[in-house]
């Protein structure tokens, strides 16, 4: 009597092809666990943050992070998102709050 060795080759590949997506997706988890040096920070509502969330909602996004006296970056990012309708929204808030700090550049 001979023993094939097509009942093991047949189970070969897909289990070497699922041992290599596990290992994949473990190996590519790790990054979003990244410890955020420098979370943003939301400051007080104050009159001032109240008039420029108003101005980055109704006015223009950017002239509210103007008004809170952010860096220019930020500005310069609020005023050319603002050309997309939802961004007011976003922008609103974050001139309300007077949130310091946010994406750009790859930091937080």
Known sequence: MQISAMP????LLPATL???SCLTLVGNVSPAFADNCCPPRRGTISG???VAGVASFFVWPGIGQAINDQKGDKVLTHVLLGLL???RFWSGY???VDRDGGYWDGRI
């Open 94 to 96: 974050d001139g309300l």
């Open 48 to 50: 001032r943050s109240v």
């Open 8 to 11: 093991v080759t047949r189970y």
């Open 85 to 87: 309708p939802p961004y």
């Open 18 to 20: 699922v041992l290599l």
